[in-house]
């Protein structure tokens, strides 16, 4: 069946713009979350959604990250005034329940100059 | 706060040796992952660990468990080219069966296979 996916699959913009990221996970799964990878690096956490609400947004680095999964399905990360340091590659992930492996998109790669 | 280390972080191997990746980590956790992404692309499970004492096979990958040490083993037997990537371990905050959601990863080790 269809893996997660994730759109744009590359995000060149220029510091100070607002970037709207989408993924959609695979088909049934409850479980929603976003990570971020720097390079040489291994992911780390952003925000991880259990149907529509927000489980745990700790790994948010600030409030110029956003994300929302309105019905329950696919999500979008929004970063508003981007900086050169949100420069990296955003993994999204799904899990059937939260309880299960993770299941990680193809990514974005986004690039602030 | 979670810490997990893997070592080594490069591994630069020959055809048919064997060798062993370990992760360790800081707090009390019954779920570790580990993933394997090649250059430029995404991450793909390889196993889940769910217990103490648990021990997964695939090819020539075997992975295990010990939950009172907080360390995982990622074994490679006879490597070939193929397994040429970035292995990660990545644990779960879990306790008593209750998932907490969200990975912690290791730095990641990258493995280079070579004749």
């Known amino acids: 069946g269809a893996g997660v996916s994730q759109t744009p699959s590359n995000k060149v913009t220029e510091k100070g713009k607002y970037v709207e990221l989408r993924c959609d996970p695979i088909?049934?799964?409850?479980?929603l979350y976003w990570y971020r990878q720097s390079l040489g690096q291994g992911p780390e956490f952003l925000i991880y959604?259990?149907?529509?609400?927000?489980?745990?947004d700790s790994g948010l680095p600030n409030d110029r990250f956003f994300a929302v999964r309105p019905e329950g399905s696919v999500s979008t990360l929004k970063i508003q005034r981007t900086e050169r340091g949100d420069s990296a590659m955003y993994l999204c992930?799904?899990?059937?329940?939260?309880?299960?492996?993770?299941?990680f998109g193809p990514g974005t790669r986004l690039l602030v100059l | 706060e979670l810490k997990v280390e893997q070592n080594p972080l490069f591994l630069s191997m020959q055809e048919g040796k064997n060798y062993t990746i370990y992760c360790n980590y800081s707090?009390?956790?019954?779920?570790l992952y580990w993933y394997r992404q090649d250059p430029g692309k995404s991450l793909e499970s390889l196993f889940v660990l769910l217990s103490n004492g648990a021990v997964k096979q695939e090819g020539r990958l075997m992975a295990s468990l010990d939950t009172k040490a907080r360390l995982s083993t990622l074994h490679i037997t006879a490597a070939v080219h193929d397994l040429s990537a970035t292995y990660f371990c990545a644990v779960d905050e879990s306790a008593g069966g209750t998932s907490y959601g969200k990975l912690t990863f290791g730095q990641g080790t990258i493995l280079t296979v070579h004749p």
């Open positions: 959604f259990q149907g529509t609400g927000a489980a745990d």
């Open positions: 088909s049934g799964h409850t479980a």
């Open positions: 707090t009390t956790s019954d779920r």
């Open positions: 992930a799904s899990s059937i329940q939260g309880q299960e492996t993770q299941y």
